[in-house]
């Protein structure tokens, strides 16, 4: 009887020490090798994307021009926010208490190092040599790993299924682990989009779809 019971004992503290384990590691910052998830990198320019793809609704791939049509969605460069930013060099509140107080609105830090960038002063003069911006890149898969946006945006997939809500974020993170098993899952629904080839669905899952 007493061996019965050290035995249901001993389960029972085993059963909570894996529970515990479980629940250390998922409330923890612990990742499997490769799983960059929640990678929040500090970036040169405090950009929101919040503000311009939420707020302003600014259309993902004015900026990311370059993911319909290739590989990469690619960073844009400072004469595309130029396209704004001539124009706009303030916050709206900074713009109204400037009015409210008569006075020359002041230029925002951050539009700042935009113009700085580009070797502009602050009334868009040419000065300097050009730096460009050294954004910090967050998604990122293997070397072994083909990715191109295009047959992405082609067969319609949203932004978001892959980068998460970005219109949400005021500093941009990985969202999803983009783990093999994680594209798979995607790879094998029946996507309404790209069905127009027999056997597509069969293709996507093939090991040469992504790596070869």
């Known amino acids: 009887m007493d061996k019965l019971l050290n035995k249901q004992f001993s389960t029972i503290i085993g059963i909570m020490i894996v529970v ?3 629940i250390s590691f998922k409330n923890s910052s612990f990742h ?42 690619g960073i844009p460069p400072a004469n595309v926010c130029m396209n704004c930013h001539k124009f706009v060099n303030n916050t709206f509140n900074e713009t109204r208490r400037a009015d409210l107080e008569n006075r020359k609105p002041v230029f925002s830090k951050e539009i700042k190092k935009i113009y700085a960038s580009l070797g502009l002063d602050l009334d868009g003069i040419k000065v300097n040599d050009e730096i460009p911006t050294e954004w910090v890149k967050v998604h990122n898969v293997p070397d072994f790993v083909f990715f191109s ?56 899952q093939d090991c040469a779809s992504c790596h070869y």
């Open 20 to 22: 515990a384990v479980i």
């Open 32 to 73: 499997i090798p490769g799983n960059q998830e929640d990678y929040q990198p500090t970036q040169p320019i405090a950009f929101s994307h919040q503000l311009h793809a939420g707020e302003m609704e600014i259309a993902c791939q004015y900026c990311h021009f370059g993911a319909e049509d290739s590989k990469h969605a």
């Open 149 to 204: 946006h295009k047959p992405h945006i082609t067969a319609g997939v949203d932004c978001a299924k892959c980068h998460g809500d970005v219109q949400t974020m005021t500093q941009v993170k990985q969202v999803e682990d983009l783990s093999m098993g994680w594209c798979l899952d995607c790879h094998r629904q029946e996507h309404d989009s790209i069905q127009s080839a027999t056997g597509r669905t069969a293709y996507l």
